[in-house]
Structure formats: C-alpha cells, structure tokens
C-alpha cells in the first residue's frame, strides 16, 4: 500500500498532529547562561462569562507581569494600568511605570544582551517605555517570575446585538 500526500494517512485521511517533543521544551537559563529547569514562559488564565451584555471593561485587565515584589497590570495595548503588591488588592498609586508600555524582555549575558517580545519571559527583566515630552526613556523591573494573559470567553444569552463597540469602548487609540 502506498503512503497518501503528505501528512495523510494511505487511507488518505488526516493523520493525528505530532506530539510535541518535551526535550523541545523552553528552558530558563540562569546569570550564567547555562541551561535551568523547564518552565512556562506564559500561563494563560481563562474567564468565562455567561450574560445577556458582557461586563464593562473586559480589555483593562488582560496581562500581568509578575516579579517578587511587584504585579504589574495590562490592558489589551500593553499599557501599565496598575501596580500591585503580590498578594494583595491594594494599587500603588505613584509607581513611575503607571501609563508606560511593556516592550519585552531583556537578560544581559557576557558579552551579549537577550531581548524577547512581545513579553519578557521568567528570569528576564521586563521592559518599560516611558515618554518624557518628545523623548523615550526604557526602564526595567526586577527579574520577572511569572507571565499571565486572561483570556476572556463570553457566551451572550437570548437575542443580542454585536457587542464589539461596546467591549472596545474607552479604548484610545495607539499614540
């Protein structure tokens, strides 16, 4: 029996998709740049809704950026809305990223420097771009720990309108 095209089976359906290979898998490099245990580089969070109207500002709360000390709070632009101690539900209102934009990540290894976008990944620094009038200045956070996207599923009940004005509302556009 001959094999079918390409991916399908001699029957000519479709065959299953490879198993990943875990020995594939991301690995976190220390200071030193030798390799370190596995870990996730993002971890998404799913919220499902059920309603007849979505809940106001679904698209404020959609990254964090966590570091020992610090949760920084996304919106759907990457845009610093919020600043919290781990753990806690308390805002730190006068922290200077506050309206920056997350640019990545950035490890510095001798002799090179790694960056990674669109997020900074476990053991990297993040990285902030602050505007001071016509200038851009970039900051960075201490070592990053943990990255979460929230992922937001809403079932609409019972007849309805196209929501997406009113999900996107209050959200300016790109500078």
């Known amino acids: ?18 198993r ?6 991301p690995r976190v490099e220390g200071g030193s740049g030798r390799p370190g245990r596995m870990a996730r580089i993002i971890e998404v969070e799913i919220t499902q809704e059920r309603g007849r109207t979505p ?7 959609s990254f964090e950026v966590w570091t020992q000390n610090t949760v920084y709070v996304l919106d759907s632009r990457m845009r610093c809305i919020e600043v ?28 090179s420097i790694e960056m990674s976008y669109p997020f900074p990944r476990p053991g990297s620094f993040a990285v902030f771009e602050m505007r001071k009038g016509t200038r851009r200045q970039f900051s960075r956070t201490s070592a ?20 997406w004005p009113y999900i996107v509302r209050d959200q300016p556009d790109e500078d």
Do not use: C, Y
């Open 84 to 111: 919290l101690p781990p753990g806690s539900n308390e805002p730190k209102s006068e922290h200077p990223f506050l309206g920056s934009r997350l640019v990545g990540g950035q490890v510095q290894h001798e002799g």
């Open 55 to 61: 809940r106001p500002d679904p698209l404020r709360r």
């Open 144 to 163: 990053v720990e943990r990255v979460v996207v929230r992922e937001r599923i809403i079932t609409l009940l019972g007849p309805t309108e196209p929501t």
């Open 20 to 25: 990943p290979d875990p020995s594939a898998a």
């Open 1 to 18: 029996m001959r094999p079918g095209p390409e991916g399908l089976g001699a029957t000519g359906r479709s065959l299953p998709p490879p």
